[in-house]
């Protein structure tokens, strides 16, 4: 019957005329997420449930209120109003402008929205509003449901000082630190002296790895206040801070915990959180590859002693580090659902979402601690709009051009707020979806997120799946071996894609060519006869020049009924496909290996983008005669970048540093470029007299903007 109402719901949508993605992600989340608790036609809960919330989690949060027979109200800013979760929910509400604190933050305009549509419950989602004490309290004043946790949870919870405090009394493992508010910069530069470096400040209001700075020293100290004390007023509207020491290498485990109104709760296992950048998460694993039974267990009744002790109830999540020997200390707890909540429902069959509006309504659990299984292995990769290769992701922004999400392939769920149209802005998170896979092993899990990352068709922004790739194949990764420093310590130099084989750069190379020819072929013939008649036959050889890396290689491709014969520097392999140029995936035989690639350009010069292993190679095909002539071209000059500053990522000016006539030093402070909430410090790259600034603080600037000028 869930399934059934599932469908009735998407033919709605259709036949409304809203696109058929909604469709899609209807039919693929009845048919594929299979839960171990079926909802009860008998157990009543709300008629109508607003989400605070956009993108995915909005989306991912209606899906099962429609699965419950309930009805859903989106929110939604003026440049969302043509977005997914609109066009998903039965009804929709503008709650203001594009700015955050004038749309999804703005309570009194979401509280209208409730009023106008009726609605008696609120999912928050993650993020926003999802833990403010001030928007439940409010919600519980009109005599709205919060599906989440009460007030008196998520004030303890969601002030690290005092959900610090609340710990410790609760017999839970926690860091050393300072467990008051730090004043400013001088205060904590003394505490950070007396609790030894290095130590991470952070904000008490924060989450999500905004406001969150390492320091090694007094200087990095001053400015790791600097900035995260703005993050948090920019992120939380609360810019106090606290400092506690910093465990190096440690790894980033939370336990998942699910409370009911009756003093009921459980531990549903845990999830391996260490792969970050900059704090955020990137890929997520359950269960870890690193605890133990027993460990498991310690760490599962310490979350639940923490959960009794605030009289939690709801979802919710108590993250820790775990150093070397398994030792471990309690970080935090988010008091809302987890951005990373799927793959805890692929190993427990749970319905997360599901349960949170049971325990809304004063239902209790209906498992006991015996009954949560592990059920195989499941992996997350956050697919982000930004670019991997600078500082392991800055955003990107676009509108999709084209966009396929692998659904095809099995034990594949993907958690999207997007469709092909779409528009990734300055103002919201980067993120595209959450990417999950399950398999009855790890190694099966992680295989099929290789494939799903290779099917993944994503057009218009870049994207960080060459990253996501190189992670869930790196031979460390796949040992187990990570700590929240696994990408410094696996790329120290930054990100540079995938570093090609011998054998894989020849297999890219007779790809290439074999495409470039086939390419050739099809451009010369129109319903399988030739377009213009000529007098000689059709070429059956071809002898090519391929420029890979500023390297030219001899390529001689001879045509065969079924296949392309390559001879790559002097070494020959069979090449077979469909070809067929127009669809965004091919699958290529090159030899005994079979891949999948993308082609994302192919122009009449023989410029040829592949997305091959999840990198993005950029080939240059020529025939003999074309390479020969090819030297006889001028060469582009390159910009000199140690004088000028460009920004490296659309964002808005929050300050300038610097003005016409100033000396500056290398290494010395220019601007601050804010993106999706996070701020950049921009730096001189040598010392020198500034000659002009292009920018201003409140001024939005695009990626490659000049900035500044330097003499």
Known sequence: MAAL????????????????????????????????????TDEKTFDKVLIANRGEIACRVIKTCRKMGIKTVSVHSDVDSAAVHVKMADEAVCVGPAPTSKSYLNMDAIMEAIRKT??????????????????????????????????????????????????????????????????????AVRIAG????????????????????????????????????QEAASSFGDDRLLIEK????????????????????????????????????????????FLDPKTRKAMGE??????????????????????????????????????????????????????????????????????????????????????????????SIGRLSQYQEPLHLPGVRVDSGIQEGSDISIYYDPMISKLVTHGSTRAEALKRMEDALDNYVIRGVTHNIPLLREVITNPRFIKGDITTKFLPDVYPDGFKGHSLTSQEKNELLATTASLYVAAQIRSRRFLNNIRVPIAKNDLKTWDLSVML??????????????????????????????????????????????????????DAAGNISI??????????????????????????????????????MPGTVVAVSVKPGDMVSEGQEICVIEAMKMQNSMTAAKTAKVAAVHCKPGETVGEGDLLVQLE
């Open 611 to 648: 997305q091959f292993l999840g990198t993005v190679y950029k080939l240059q095909v020529l025939t003999k005669h074309a390479a020969e002539l090819s030297k006889y071209m001028p060469e582009k000059v390159e910009e000199d970048t140690s004088s000028i500053l460009r920004s490296p």
């Open 549 to 602: 890396d500023g390297t030219s290689h001899s390529i001689s491709v001879t045509k065969h009924k079924d296949h392309f014969c390559v001879e790559v520097d002097g070494s020959k392999v069979n090449v077979s496909s469909e070809w067929n140029l127009s669809s965004p995936l091919l699958s290529v035989s090159v030899g005994d290996t079979l891949e999948t690639i993308q082609c994302l350009s192919h």
């Open 5 to 40: 109402r599932v469908l009735i719901q998407a033919h709605r949508l259709l036949t409304n005329g809203q696109h058929s993605a909604s469709w899609a992600k209807c039919c693929w989340f009845a048919s594929h997420v299979q839960y171990s608790t079926a909802y009860s």
């Open 118 to 187: 009726g609605a008696q419950a609120v999912h928050p989602g993650y993020g926003f509003l999802s833990e403010n004490k001030e928007f439940a309290r409010r919600l519980a004043a009109e005599n709205v449901t919060f599906i989440g946790p009460d007030t008196h949870a998520i004030q303890a919870m969601g002030d690290k000082i005092e959900s610090k405090l609340l710990a410790k009394n609760a017999k839970v493992n926690t860091i050393p630190g300072f467990d008051g508010v730090v004043k400013d910069a001088d205060e």
């Open 194 to 229: 007396e609790i030894g470096y290095p130590v991470m400040i952070k904000a008490s209001a924060g989450g999500g790895g905004k406001g969150m700075r390492i320091a090694w020293d007094d200087e990095e100290t001053r400015e790791g206040f600097r900035f995260s004390s």
């Open 302 to 395: 310490q979350a639940v002693a923490l959960a009794k002790a605030v009289k939690y109830s709801s979802a919710g999540t108590v993250e820790f580090l775990i150093d070397s020997k398994k030792n471990f200390f309690f970080l935090e707890m988010n008091t809302r659902l987890q951005v990373e909540h799927p793959i805890t429902e692929c190993i427990t069959g749970l319905d997360l979402v599901q349960e949170m509006i049971r325990v809304a309504k004063g239902y209790p659990l209906k498992h006991k601690q015996a009954d949560v299984p592990i059920n195989g292995w499941a992996v997350e990769c956050r697919v982000y709009a930004e670019d991997p290769y600078k500082s392991f992701g800055l955003p």
């Open 246 to 289: 910093f465990i190096d290498n440690p790894r980033h485990i939370e336990i998942q915990v699910l409370a009911d109104k009756h003093g009921n709760a459980l531990w549903l296992n845990e999830r391996e959180c260490s792969i970050q950048r900059r704090n955020q998460k990137v890929v997520e694993e359950a269960p870890s590859t």
